[in-house]
């Protein structure tokens, strides 16, 4: 909250955001003309139905953008730790730069797919893994949910197949 009351986009929203446009926030974040987040529960009195139904729809959209952010670092391995200090603005400038880069490429692979009439979906996605009867969304050391990619999945069902068997032989 400290560190977002001193940002750019909180001292100038103006700047990155147009007359009708908003960002959704999380709880910790203060609800502003252009800061939308969560109702909060009050603890002496329960939440009308209406402002459930809006928490709700903006759960699911932050699952939708959290699934995207964990395809993208699937996709981009150098995105998933970033062992990379930022110790001065060119530091910072080049990280920043690195993720535009990782996004763009994102965004044309995705496009040589729908020239191509490849298709391929976060839905399609989801199906395909639930007929390997694996879960795409797994937890990390730190806590933290991600979403593996079939080359992940593939490496943890190889390496569980080969541990089953190392069992069977002892």
């Not at 990155?16 to 969560?38: H, K, M, N, Q, R």
């Not at 209406?50 to 964990?70: A, D, P, V, Y």
């Not at 639930?130 to 797994?138: D, K, Y």
């Amino acid at each position: 909250s400290n560190v977002f009351s001193r940002s750019c986009i909180y001292r100038h929203p103006e700047t990155f955001l147009g007359a009708d446009e908003w960002i959704w926030a999380d709880s910790a974040y203060p609800s502003l003309l252009w800061c939308v987040v969560p109702f909060k529960r009050s603890s002496t009195e329960s939440m009308p139905d209406s402002q459930k139904i809006f928490n709700q729809h903006l759960s699911k959209i932050r699952i939708h953008s959290e699934h995207f952010f964990g395809l993208l670092k699937g996709c981009f391995q150098s995105l998933q730790e970033m062992h990379f200090q930022i110790q001065n603005q060119r530091d910072l400038n080049f990280m920043n730069m690195w993720m535009w880069c990782c996004l763009i490429l994102h965004n044309m692979i995705l496009e040589i797919k729908e020239d191509l009439g490849v298709t391929s979906s976060n839905v399609e996605y989801m199906e395909e893994a639930a007929t390997w009867g694996v879960s795409l969304v797994h937890e990390r050391d730190d806590g933290e949910d991600f979403i593996a990619s079939p080359g992940q999945i593939f490496h943890k069902r190889l390496m569980e197949h080969l541990f089953h068997r190392l069992e069977n032989v002892a």
